[in-house]
């Protein structure tokens, strides 16, 4: 079935560094995504979206990127701080429809 | 309120215990979603409400769960003889449109759910 995954479990990066967390979606008709990032304890948060008739989107020291030919979307955050520190999710809706379908998650961590 | 309010935080029932979990979305959101979110994962989706009607409860893992909007503001989310499969985190959201136009969905901080 359809499904969001991500490239990489966890994510180890030096305070003030640039990150950045991966996505691989597979439904072709997905036209939302969206980064939520989830502190211990807490419910997801919500970062930033995109929608399918974007390639990218900025935000306060976050940019998202989309590549809808290979099915790919990118969260970079820039000047990494330790209040960062957190779980990722990408979700997309599978083309409209009234459900998200989330990734399992990246584990953000922040070396001192 | 300022954003969305579920109680209890924290739930401990003993297996075959029947649980009601509350969420009070954000005042004036059409859309309403519950989802589960077990250890270690993303959340999953498990129904939808536009308004008091309840379009989507294809997520519901069984008939032991049952949710309801019955006024179009807050909703329960009822289990019924809990087993130990059921611990996890219930995550409620909500939104000012109705889905499919790509708006903002907000969590609230969950119900932690452990059947012992």
Redesign the interface.
């Given at each position: 079935g359809e499904s969001v995954g991500l490239h990489l479990p966890t994510l180890s990066v030096q305070e003030g560094d640039n990150s950045i967390i991966n996505c691989a979606y597979s439904n072709s008709a997905s036209d939302y995504f969206i980064w939520y990032k989830q502190e211990s304890g807490k419910g997801p948060q919500f970062i930033i979206d995109i929608r399918s008739n974007m390639d990218k989107r900025q935000g306060q020291r976050v940019t998202v990127l989309l590549n809808k030919t290979v099915k790919h979307l990118s969260l970079q955050i820039a000047a990494t701080q330790p209040g960062d520190s957190a779980v990722y999710f990408c979700a997309e809706n599978g083309g409209g429809a009234q459900k998200l379908v989330f990734g399992q998650g990246t584990r953000l961590t922040i070396n001192p | 309120g300022a954003g969305?309010s579920q109680s209890p935080r924290y739930k401990v029932a003993k297996r075959g215990q029947d649980v009601a979990l509350r969420c009070d979305p954000i005042s004036g959101h059409v859309?309403l979603?519950w989802y589960q979110q077990a250890l270690?994962?993303?959340?999953?989706?498990l129904t939808?409400f536009?308004n008091e009607a309840q379009?989507?409860k294809?997520?519901l893992p069984s008939d032991r769960f049952f949710a309801e909007r019955p006024e179009g503001s807050v909703s329960t989310l009822k289990i019924q003889r809990t087993q130990q499969e059921d611990s996890a985190v219930y995550?409620c959201a909500s939104s000012f449109f109705p889905?499919?136009a790509?708006n903002?969905?907000?969590?609230?901080?969950?119900s932690w759910l452990t059947v012992v």
């Open positions: - | 969305v859309s979603f270690g994962q993303g959340p999953e989706f939808y536009q379009l989507d294809s997520g995550l889905q499919g790509g903002t969905i907000y969590f609230g901080e969950g």
